[in-house]
Nanobody, 126 residues
């Protein structure tokens, strides 16, 4: 069983930055691939970024590549999402999720995740 709690969301102006955190509880955190998804109002939940268990491999959605950075600290059972050059279209609830032990350079589907946090709201004003 894995429990995930996100934090760090808030209101920021376009061009600004935010750092999201996800605290995980449960055993064997280091073995899980960790993901960030987001869901904007009226839209489907979409993949943002993933990181392998060791932290050595990462994968991003095209829409955030070059602006967002995913990282993890396995000593703290935590995953982070550094978001720079934020745009109004980045406004969404951001979710931490996990469901796989095998890292792949492909876009995971939300339905394949086994565990979700409750999300943290990011609002980017223009």
């Amino acid at each position: 069983q894995v429990q995930l709690v996100e934090s760090g969301g808030g209101l920021v102006q376009a061009g600004g930055s935010l750092r999201l955190s996800c605290a995980a509880s449960g055993r064997s955190f280091v073995t899980y691939v960790m993901d960030w998804f987001r869901q904007a109002p009226g839209k489907e939940r979409e993949f943002v970024a993933a990181i392998s268990g060791s932290g050595g491999s990462t994968y991003y959605a095209d829409s955030v590549k070059g602006r967002f950075t995913i990282s993890r600290d396995n000593t703290r059972n935590a995953v982070y999402l550094e978001m720079n050059s934020l745009k109004p279209e980045d406004t969404a609830v951001y979710y931490c999720a996990t469901g796989d032990f095998v890292f792949r350079y492909t876009t995971p589907q939300a339905r394949t995740m086994d565990y979700w946090g409750k999300g943290t709201l990011v609002t980017v004003s223009s």
